[in-house]
Every structure is written in C-alpha cells, then in structure tokens.
C-alpha cells in the first residue's frame, strides 16, 4: 500500500470506491437503526414482542460485520469481530441480554453515525474530483457551453464568474491555462482529502465494531474457564484409567491370592504355599498403597494442609537438584483461596520438573509473595541453558507442560510470563488472584 495518496493510486481508488458503497448501504442502515427504537417503544408494553426488537439488535451485528468486511476490503482496516453472542440460560435473562447487547447497540450507533458522515464524505470528495477533472479538461469543451449575456450587452461563451458590472470570462489561452491549473490543484488536494475522510471512517470501524477491552476479557475468561473444565475432565479420566487399569487390577489380584491361601488353610494343605500366597498378597496391598497414595498426592498434596510455604519447601527437598525457596511473610494461607494454593503449588511442580528435565540447571530459585492484598505472586528461576517456550499440544484433551499452565492460570484470571533467551537464565513469573470470587 502506498504511503502518499495520489490521484492514479488503486489505494486512493478504493477509498472513493468505498464512499460510493457506503452511500449505497447509509439509507437502509439509518433506517434499520431508526426502526430498533421506534419499534421498542410501540412493543413496550408486551414481552413477545420485545423479542422481536432483541432480535433486531442482535441484527446490528450483521451490519457490523458487513461494514467490518467493507472497510477491510476498500480501507485496508482489519477490526476483530467482537466475541459471539451467548445466549442464557432463562426467559427473562435471555430477553435482557438480547435487548442490552452491547455489541449490537454500537453497531446501530455506527449506522446513525455514519449516515451525515458518509453523506458530507461523498459530497466533498466527489466535488473535488469533478471540479478538478472538468478543470484540466476545460479546453477541450469549454466552445460547447452556450452564450451568455454579460453588463454592455456583451455575450460570450465559457465559464465565467460574475460581481455586478464586474465579469470574468475563461475564453481566452490564459485564462484557459489557469483553469487548468485550477484543476490540477484540485486533483492534487482529492487523494489527501478523500484519505483524511475515510480515516474518519476508520475510526469509527475500529471504535464502534470492534470488541472492547471488557468483551475481549469475558471472552478470554470464557476461553479458560472451558479449557479448565475439559482439563479437568481429562484428569479424571487418567485417574479412572490409574485405578482401573493399576490400583483395581492389583487388589483383584490380592483378593485372589487371599482366596487361594484360604482354600489352602482350609483344605489343610501345604502351610509354606499358603505363607507364600500370604506374603505375596501383603506386598501387593503395599505398592497398592502407594499407588493409591501417589494418586491421591495429584489431586490434592497432603503437604498443602499444612501450608503453601510448607508444601513447597517439601516439593523443594524431594527435587533432584538444589532448590531455594523464599516464601514472604506477607504470604498468608488463610487469605488465599484453596484452589488458589493448589494452583500454585502445582506450577512450582510443573516448573521445576521442566528445569530438572530440560534446562540443564545446577539449581533452582522459587520466590512467593504478596505485591498487594489481591495478588500472589510466583517466580521460579533457573541457571540453566534457555530457549524454554510454550508449546501448546496434549492428546484427548489433555494439557499438559507450560501449555497447561498457562490455561490453569488464565482459568483462575492470572498472569504468566516466560523470559528464557538462549544461554539462560529462564525466569517464569506467575500472578495469581488471592481469591477465584469475580
């Protein structure tokens, strides 16, 4: 796209092409957007029909949205639609939401807007436009133009400006000459003019159908709260996998072992290979036991009843490299909400099992504290070799590595930031809401 508009550009081209469409659409979206409130306050006083003008706001959308394609196409402007309509659950929530959409209102707004604006836009313009192509063609037809009778009874043909007795006739080379000059000034001046008006327009796109830093963060928040809820969904199908596949394969082998040695005892069989059935099913109970154990320690630490400070000292001293940790005092569990403290237990887990697999570190350094009263703040720093990034991948579902984290932070309105230049170090800073209330 050229950087100077000029009158030969398909850039400045386009942009009276689409002053030309827009006139085109202004009448009936005016009259859309007219129709919305008349209509409401006819239908006030009924509820089925209220559907109808929710209905009709829910419509300005698709005039945004055509405006949006418009003005991506002709101006070169690419505004985000904003996020999809979400219907509740409820006759009367629902009926609310249609008729205070948001999105929709801004859309009928466009179109009142933009019908003055595109009016005086195409008016300008194409003046200039005329006026300049008739000025620097003026020698070729200024003969046709008829006689005119001028003070003195003179009559003579061509443009001519007139102040009482005074007139001013261009019939003669010079005064040809400087009407063509006229015109090429004006051509000159109708790119600029015409860009600078569609700019207007522009800013109207981007202003009025665009999503709002609201929406954009409801929507974001709807993102995560779903991958949340299809991670959690994941794990509890690997925890159903664990103890069906794992845990009840080996309790079903340890009822049967006790059977055996029953049948054994009873029969009065052999006591050593009842001893040894025995001693089996026992060793069995035990790594059930641990599996049980391990299971239990992914949903919820034990280590964290007595503490997030506790829990992450004892993460620090089962991890195979040396490991600081430098909790704040400010840092108070009763203030934090339980799924705020396993969130934040599990990060630190997830960072420090990637730097013992991946970074190369001869330690690690995990900081906790409190930068205000609603905010909880992690920062996990190795001396490894960097280049750490977040791939975003899993299977049925599943998230999983720094993808993962970054969804169960985003599920509970946190933050979370990577700084790993090649050669190291790596720094993951985390923020956490004290509280998961809205």
Known sequence: MNTVPHALSARTWREYGYLWVALLLAPFGLAYALLVPSLGAGLLVTVVGLFLVGGLVLGGRGWGSAHRGLARSALGVDVDAPPAFVRPRGFWRSLAAMLFDGTGWRALLFLFVTFPLTIFSFVVSTTFLAVGLGGITYWTWWWSLPLQGFPGGARERGFSIQNGHWYWVANTPPRIALVALGGLVFLLVWPFLTHGLTSLHRGLVRGLLGPTSGS???????????AAVEDADARLRRIERDLHDGTQARLVAVAMQLGEAREQLAAGGDPALA????????????EALTELREIARGIHPPALDDGLAVALETLAAR??????????????????????RSIAYFTVAELLTNVAKHARATGAYVLVDRPDTATLRLRVRDDGRGGAVVVTGGTDGERTGLAGLVERIASVDGTFHLSSPEGGPTVVDVTLPTSTRA
């Open 216 to 226: 954009i963060r409801v929507a974001a928040l709807r993102a995560s709260r779903a």
């Open 275 to 286: 001893a040894d059935l025995l001693d089996t099913a026992h060793a069995s109970t035990k």
């Open 319 to 340: 991890a195979p490299l040396p490991v600081t940790v430098d909790v704040d005092a400010s840092v108070d569990d009763a203030v934090l909400a339980p799924a705020v």
